[in-house]
C-alpha cells in the first residue's frame, strides 16, 4: 500500500465549476501536508501547506485536513482553464523530511 | 536566482550504458532532493542531501544507482548499467531549512531519460 494515495483522474469541468480533489494517507506520523501544482514539461511547484488537521484559504483555493479520518483535499472555486495541470498531494514527516507524493490528478477544465 | 537548472534535459541511451545528470539547486539552498517520475504517477523519492551529507536513500533505489553533492553545491546522479526500467524523468529540488514555507521544495523541469 502506498504512503499517500490519490485517485490519478482524469478530471474534466467546465469553466467556473468547483472542483474536488482527494487523498488519502495511511501513515498517522505526518504531520504536514500539501498541494503541488504540475503543468505539463514543467516541474511540480507548491500551491499551499496544511500542519495537522484543519483548512486552509488562499484566493480560490482551500485545503482541508481530516486527521482522524487520513483525508486531505483540495477545493477550486471558480476554475478557470488556467488550473488545468496535475495537482499532487504530498505527506511530511516533520520540516526539512522528504515529501511523500500522491500518484497526482490530472485536471482539465474547459472553457 | 535563476532557480534550479537540470542537465540534460533530455537523454536517450541504450541499455546497459552508464548516464550521469547534473542538478544546480538554488545557491544557499542546503537540502537537495533526487526524485523519479513516471507517466501517470507522481514523483517518487530517490536520495536527499543535506549540504555534502547524503541523509537518505531510498529502499527502492538500487546499487546502479549513485549520487553525490561534493562541497554541497552541485549534485550528480548516475545510473550504471542501464534498462529500460530506468526511463523516466528524474526531478531535482532544493528547499532551504532557514525559510520559505513547510515543505517548499523548488523543483527544477527535470531530465528524462529514456532507455532504449
Known amino acids: 500500500q502506498k504512503e499517500v494515495e490519490q485517485d490519478p483522474g482524469p478530471l474534466s469541468v467546465p469553466e467556473g465549476a468547483i472542483v474536488s480533489l482527494n487523498c488519502t494517507y495511511s501513515n498517522s506520523a505526518f504531520q504536514y501536508f500539501m498541494w503541488y501544482r504540475q503543468y505539463s514539461r514543467k516541474g511540480p511547484e507548491l500551491l499551499m501547506y496544511?500542519?495537522?488537521?484543519g483548512n486552509k484559504e488562499d484566493g480560490r483555493f482551500t485545503a482541508q485536513v481530516d486527521k482522524s479520518s487520513k483525508y486531505i483535499s483540495l477545493f477550486i472555486r471558480d476554475s478557470q482553464p488556467s488550473d488545468s495541470a496535475t495537482y499532487l498531494c504530498a505527506s511530511l514527516y516533520n520540516q526539512g523530511g522528504k515529501l511523500i507524493f500522491g500518484q497526482g490528478t490530472e485536471l482539465s477544465v474547459k472553457p | 536566482d535563476t532557480g534550479v537548472s537540470q542537465d540534460p534535459r533530455h537523454k536517450i541511451t541504450k541499455r546497459g550504458q552508464n548516464v550521469t545528470f547534473r542538478c544546480d539547486p538554488i545557491?544557499?539552498?542546503?537540502?537537495l532532493y533526487w526524485y523519479r517520475q513516471t507517466l501517470g504517477q507522481g514523483p517518487e523519492f530517490l536520495t536527499y542531501f543535506q549540504n555534502e551529507a547524503q541523509l537518505e536513500k531510498s529502499r527502492l533505489l538500487s546499487d546502479r544507482f549513485s549520487a553525490e553533492r561534493p562541497k554541497g553545491s552541485f549534485s550528480t546522479l548516475e545510473i550504471q548499467r542501464t534498462e529500460q526500467g530506468d526511463s523516466a524523468m528524474y526531478l531535482c529540488?532544493?528547499?532551504?531549512?532557514?525559510?520559505?514555507?513547510?515543505?517548499?521544495?523548488?523543483f527544477g523541469e527535470g531530465s528524462r531519460l529514456t532507455v532504449l
Open positions: 545557491s544557499e539552498h542546503n537540502r
Open positions: 529540488a532544493s528547499s532551504s531549512l532557514a525559510g520559505g514555507e513547510v515543505g517548499e521544495l523548488f
Open positions: 496544511t500542519y495537522s488537521s
